[in-house]
């Protein structure tokens, strides 16, 4: 059974930074692409980021490029992204999903829970 | 960035109501595109993928269907476990975009 679970959300200054992890298990990880997706408060989806499943390709969205970065860790099953220069904006629940597709562009067939990240004074 | 529509923004049904939801690309996205739900407090969880193909598990009473610019998610038969936001997401292209949202609310 696939599972994934975030962690590293909490409260957090404007201008500072964060690092989110997702440990996966119950699937081969390092055969996946993986991405984060975000759901700021009573808001929609917005999809972050993806990388491969070997780490070497990564796409952004606009709107944390140059700020985000996304990584994996294959041997401890472990997907990251570190947040610089938080933004109130970037306030938001973040998921952590499966992708089966590569990078190709793709929807999500696994979810976690997700973490809260709240960006505030 | 390819800008998706949902509409209604919110809708209220009775347990064995039909209900559709509809989606409009702001350019042709082939068949590109995947339905999720999402109960509150809850991660969303996909149930159509390519506009009609549903995902494994899924109940069959849900259904997509549509190409190019308009689509449809189809609840046959509303359950009580359907009360939920549903969300549409391209795949056409990154930026990756989803839609607004369609509340399904007890009438």
């Known amino acids: 059974q696939v599972q994934l679970v975030e962690s590293g959300g909490g409260v957090v200054q404007p201008g500072r930074s964060l690092r989110l992890s997702c440990a996966a298990s119950?699937?081969?990880?390092?055969?996946?692409?993986m991405e984060w997706v975000r759901q700021a408060p009573g808001k929609g989806l917005e999809w972050v980021a993806i990388i491969s499943y070997d780490g070497t390709n990564k796409y952004y969205a606009d709107s944390v490029e140059g700020r985000f970065t996304i990584s994996r860790d294959n041997s401890k099953n472990t997907l990251y992204v570190q947040m610089n220069s938080l933004r109130a904006e970037d306030s938001a629940v973040y998921y952590c999903?499966?992708?089966?597709?590569?990078?190709?562009?793709?929807?999500?067939?696994?979810w976690g829970q997700g973490t809260l990240v709240t960006v505030s004074s | 960035a390819i800008q998706l529509t949902q509409s209604p923004s919110s809708l209220s049904a009775s347990v064995g109501d039909r209900v559709t939801i509809t989606c409009r690309a702001s350019?042709?996205?082939?068949?590109?595109l995947a339905w999720y739900q999402q109960r509150p407090g809850k991660p969303p969880k996909v149930l159509i993928y390519?506009?009609?193909n549903l995902e494994s598990g899924v109940p069959p009473r849900f259904s997509g269907s549509g190409s190019g610019t308009d689509f449809t998610l189809t609840i046959s038969s509303l359950q009580p476990e359907d009360f939920a936001t549903y969300y549409c997401?391209?795949?056409?292209?990154?930026?990756?975009?989803f839609g607004g949202g369609t509340k399904v609310e007890v009438k």
């Open positions: 390519d506009a009609s």
């Open positions: 997401q391209q795949f056409n292209t990154y930026d990756l975009t």
């Open positions: 350019q042709g996205i082939s068949s590109a």
């Open positions: 999903a499966r992708t089966l597709r590569g990078v190709s562009p793709s929807y999500f067939d696994s």
């Open positions: 119950g699937f081969t990880f390092s055969n996946y692409a």
